[in-house]
């Protein structure tokens, strides 16, 4: 079982940034591949960014990329992701998600590959 605690969201003006961490509880955080996931309010949940159990390879959705920068501490057990230009359009609940340990990572922006979830925080973006 992996525990999964995000923190840092808030309320922030367009044009902002925000950084988010994940925490997680547990021995095997360097074994799992982790993400990042937004449902904004009235739709489905939607992959924001994925990160490699090593740090070494990164993926993001084409609405993120460039402004959004995932990362990953192993030593500390977390993940962060550090978002810039915020857009109204990116106001959501911001869940990250790990697969178990060793799991396949093959679709790593795919809800489906990820086993454990945190229980979400609310970034909301204002025009």
């Known amino acids: 079982q992996v525990q999964l605690v995000e923190s840092g969201g808030g309320l922030v003006q367009a044009g902002g940034s925000l950084r988010l961490s994940c925490a997680a509880a547990?021995?095997?955080?360097?074994?799992?591949?982790m993400g990042w996931f937004r449902q904004p309010p009235g739709k489905e949940r939607e992959s924001v960014a994925a990160i490699s159990r090593s740090g070494g390879s990164t993926y993001y959705a084409d609405s993120v990329k460039g402004r959004f920068t995932i990362s990953r501490d192993n030593a500390k057990n977390t993940v962060y992701l550090q978002m810039n230009t915020l857009k109204p359009e990116d106001t959501a609940v911001y869940y990250c998600?790990?697969?178990?340990?060793?799991?396949?990572?093959?679709?790593?922006?795919?809800?489906?590959?990820?086993?454990?979830w945190g229980q979400g925080t609310q970034v909301t973006v204002s025009s």
């Open positions: 547990g021995r095997t955080f360097s074994t799992t591949g």
């Open positions: 998600a790990a697969t178990r340990p060793f799991g396949s990572s093959r679709y790593p922006l795919d809800s489906s590959t990820y086993d454990f």
